[in-house]
C-alpha cells in the first residue's frame, strides 16, 4: 500500500513510499483510509516548526475517515465494514488530558494517516455519521472536536450567549456552525469581506473586517452594548489575544486554540482585571468525539469543505494550506 513520508523538514520532501499492508493484532483493526483533512499543524510538522526532534522517516497527518477493512482477535467494538474516524490522540478515550494522552497525538511523535491503510487499537475509532461522506467526516478528529470542546465542553455554551470566532479557517467555521446549532449569536472576523458573506451565510449575525477595523475588539463591544462577548474562539494567539480580552465581557471565556500569529509579547493585565477565564483546548477525547457525532448526526450538520485534492496531490494540499485561501477544510482523497 502507498503512503507518504517525511524524509525532511520540508514541505517539498514530502514523497509517496510502498510500505507493506499492515495486519491486526489482537484488539486491532485496518482502517483503509477513504479521506484525510488538513490541519495548520500539518504544515508545522512538514516544515520543521512543530518540533525537529520528531523522528524521521515520519508518515504526517492526524484526521482520517475511512472504513474498518481487516480485525484482530478479540475486537468486539467494530467490524468489516464500519464507517470510521480516529481520534486525535489514540489514547484520550475520556477524563482530563494528561502527558501520557498527548503523546499519543497522531502525525507527530506518532506516525500519522496520510496512507492507504492505517492500523489502530479499538478503542482509538469512533463511528461517523451515517449522513456524511468520507472527506466531510475526516473533519471532524481535530476541527470538529476541538470546537466542541471549546464551546459545549469548556465554554458550557448556552442559548443566546455571544460567540466570536476568528478568520475563516476549519476550527472557526466548524465553531460558528455549532454556536448557532446551540441558539448561539455570532460575530464573525476576517480580512475579506467576500469571507464575511460566506460566514453570514452559515449563520454569523455580524461581520467584522480586521484589516479595515484593525480594534475589532472595540467594534465587537459596541456591537454588544458594550457588555462584550461571552466565548471567543481564539486561533491567532499572541497578536490577537489583547483584542480578544478587549471584545470579552467581564468573566468571559476565552477558549485558546491556535497561535497563528506566532509567538510574543502578551499583556495579560486585562485577563485578571476583567476575570476572564483563559482555557486551553488540545483537541479533545474519544467521548467528546463521539457526542459531536451525535450532535452532527441529530441536526444534519455538514462541515464545509473548501476544497479536495486526489492523494497524488497531497503536497499541493499542503501549499493551498500555507496560503490562507481557503475557508472551510482541505481534504485529501484517498481511495
Known amino acids: 500500500m502507498r503512503a507518504y513520508e517525511l524524509g525532511d523538514f520540508a514541505i517539498g520532501q514530502l514523497k509517496i513510499v510502498e510500505h507493506p499492508d499492515p495486519k491486526p493484532g489482537p484488539g486491532q483493526v485496518v482502517m483503509g483510509v477513504r479521506a484525510v483533512s488538513l490541519n495548520f499543524r500539518d504544515t508545522l510538522v512538514a516544515k520543521g516548526l512543530y518540533s525537529r526532534k520528531l523522528p524521521l522517516p515520519l508518515v504526517p ?17 467494530l467490524r468489516v465494514g464500519d464507517r470510521v474516524a480516529a481520534n486525535f490522540m489514540t ?25 492507504e491503510q492505517v492500523v489502530f487499537a479499538q478503542e482509538s475509532l469512533v463511528r461517523i455519521p451515517d ?51 446551540a441558539g448561539a449569536f455570532v460575530i464573525a472576523t ?3 469581506d467576500e469571507k464575511l458573506e460566506r ?8 461581520g467584522i473586517n480586521y484589516r479595515t477595523t484593525p480594534d475589532w475588539g472595540e467594534k465587537a ?40 500569529t506566532g509567538r510574543g509579547g502578551v499583556d495579560l493585565v486585562p ?30 450538520l455538514r462541515p464545509v469543505v473548501d476544497r479536495v485534492f486526489p492523494f497524488e496531490e497531497a503536497v499541493e494540499a ?3 494550506m500555507e496560503t490562507g485561501a481557503h475557508f472551510g477544510k482541505i481534504v485529501v482523497r484517498v481511495a
Not at 132 to 139: G, K, Q
Not at 237 to 252: C, D, K, Y
Not at 276 to 294: K, P, Q, T, W
Open 131 to 181: 449522513a456524511l461522506s468520507f472527506e466531510e467526516a475526516s473533519t471532524l478528529p481535530c476541527t470538529g472536536v476541538t470546537a466542541w470542546n471549546a464551546l459545549m465542553v469548556s465554554g458550557r455554551l448556552q442559548p443566546g450567549e455571544t460567540v466570536l470566532v476568528q478568520g475563516t479557517g476549519g476550527v472557526s467555521i466548524f465553531a460558528l456552525q455549532l454556536a448557532r446549532m
Open 61 to 77: 497527518c492526524s484526521d482520517a475517515a475511512g472504513e474498518v477493512i481487516a480485525v484482530g482477535e478479540g475486537v468486539k467494538r
Open 199 to 206: 460566514v453570514r451565510g452559515l449563520g454569523a449575525a455580524i
Open 190 to 192: 476576517s480580512s475579506s
Open 318 to 320: 499542503l501549499r493551498h
Open 271 to 300: 485577563v485578571f482585571m476583567k476575570a476572564l477565564r483563559l482555557d486551553g483546548i488540545f483537541v479533545g477525547s474519544r467521548a467528546m468525539f463521539e457526542d459531536l457525532n451525535r450532535a452532527v448526526a441529530h441536526t444534519g
Open 221 to 260: 463591544l459596541e456591537l454588544t452594548a458594550r457588555r462584550g462577548v461571552d466565548h471567543v474562539i481564539e486561533v491567532g494567539g499572541a497578536e490577537t489575544l489583547p483584542q480578544s480580552a478587549r471584545a470579552a465581557r467581564f468573566g468571559g471565556h476565552i477558549a485558546l486554540i491556535g497561535n497563528l
Open 91 to 115: 489514547g484520550w478515550i475520556e477524563g482530563e488530558l494528561d502527558e501520557t494522552k498527548a503523546r499519543t497525538a497522531l502525525g507527530a511523535a506518532v506516525p500519522g494517516v496520510l496512507a
